[in-house]
T-cell receptor, first 110, second 113 residues
């Protein structure tokens, strides 16, 4: 079955710097790759996603890149702000069968 | 549009008991998935229902079961509770019409003592 790895497990950056989180997946049939942000005590929120027929997608300060050949995708956050502090989860799916990475705890230091 | 709702939000049960959790998807969403979230194991997929049928199943014992009703509301049941079942149970709904985006509910925090 699908296996998703996520690195790093924790990440601390200074406010204004960029943050990059990388995920790798094992099933070449996976075709949808969402990223979720989960603040403490809250539900995971979908922040950006990418499909396998697209290499890059951007939404304001957030971007996701996908390398299907290498089976990895990355989340890029630019100009980080304290409110970006949260746990970020990547996932790989084929249809509605989602496999999540273990999460990255991002801390943005003021 | 109202988001995904889950009831109850918090639950305390004793080992050996059973529990039923409920999830109401976003209006028009027909797919409902359930996840178990624990600090050590992250988000683990339990099962997915679409049109009242279980379409996908994760690697959980048979004590975990679910169902979906004709209005797309879903319930999951855990029988013979164990201490290790303490977790946040999240459901997520999806439109399932050319799109895969899943939207999560607030979760039910289950504590087994």
């Amino acid at each position: 079955g699908e296996n998703v790895e996520q690195h790093p497990s924790t990440l601390s950056v200074q406010e204004g710097d960029s943050a990059v989180i990388k995920c790798t997946y094992s099933d070449s049939a996976s075709n949808y790759f969402p990223w979720y942000k989960q603040e403490l005590g809250k539900r995971p929120q979908l922040i950006i996603d990418i499909r396998s027929n697209v290499g890059e997608k951007k939404d304001q300060r957030i971007a996701v890149t996908l390398n299907k050949t290498a089976k990895h995708f990355s989340l890029h956050i630019t100009e980080t702000q304290p409110e970006d502090s949260a746990v970020y989860f990547c996932a790989a799916s084929r249809g509605q069968n989602f496999v999540f990475g273990p999460g990255t705890r991002l801390s943005v230091l003021p | 549009k109202a988001g995904v709702t889950q009831t109850p939000r918090y639950l305390i049960k004793t080992r050996g008991q059973q529990v039923t959790l409920s999830c109401s998807p976003i209006s028009g969403h027909r797919s409902v998935s359930w996840y178990q979230q624990t600090p050590g194991q992250g988000l683990q997929f339990l099962f997915e229902y679409f049109s009242e049928t279980q379409r996908n199943k994760g690697n959980f014992p048979g004590r975990f079961s679910g169902r979906q009703f004709s209005n797309s509301r879903s319930e999951m049941n855990v029988s013979t509770l164990e201490l290790g079942d303490s977790a946040l149970y999240l459901c997520a709904s999806s439109l399932e019409r050319g799109t895969y985006e899943q939207y999560f509910g607030p979760g039910t925090r289950l504590t087994v003592t």
